[in-house]
Nanobody, 129 residues
Framework: QAHLVESGGGLVQAGGALRLACVASGRTFSRYVMGWFRQAPGKEREFLAAISWSGGRTYYYYADSVKGRFTISRDNAKSTAGLQMNSLKPEDTAVYYC????????????????????WGQGTQVTVSS
């Protein structure tokens, strides 16, 4: 059982930046695939980025909508995943969630909400115009 806690959300002007963090407890963090999603009012929860670690290598996956603006990271020693968000736009306003998955056999599944076993409580990001 993993417990995830996000932090770092807030109010920022368009063009600004925020960094979200997600601290995990539970099983060996390095075995988790960590993902970030967001959900705006009235919309489906949307995949943003995922990161996995295997054999000493880190693998990154991004949604096209955030590629080049958002950067996902992880620190296995601190059981933490991060999401650096730059060049923020009003349409980035949403509740942001981190999630953790175990025993995922294919990276093609990282984009799917149902792949993830554990979720944080979410942190609000508001981008003003």
């Amino acid at each position: 059982q993993a417990h995830l806690v996000e932090s770092g959300g807030g109010l920022v002007q368009a063009g600004g930046a925020l960094r979200l963090a997600c601290v995990a407890s539970g099983r060996t963090f390095s075995r988790y695939v960590m993902g970030w999603f967001r959900q705006a009012p009235g919309k489906e929860r949307e995949f943003l980025a995922a990161i996995s670690w295997s054999g000493g290598r880190t693998y990154y996956y991004y949604a096209d909508s955030v590629k080049g603006r958002f950067t996902i990271s992880r620190d296995n020693a601190k059981s933490t995943a991060g999401l650096q968000m730059n060049s923020l736009k009003p349409e980035d306003t949403a509740v942001y969630y981190c999630a953790a998955a175990t025993d995922v056999y294919s990276s093609s599944l990282y984009y799917r909400r149902g792949t993830y076993d554990y979720w944080g409580q979410g942190t609000q990001v508001t981008v003003s115009s």
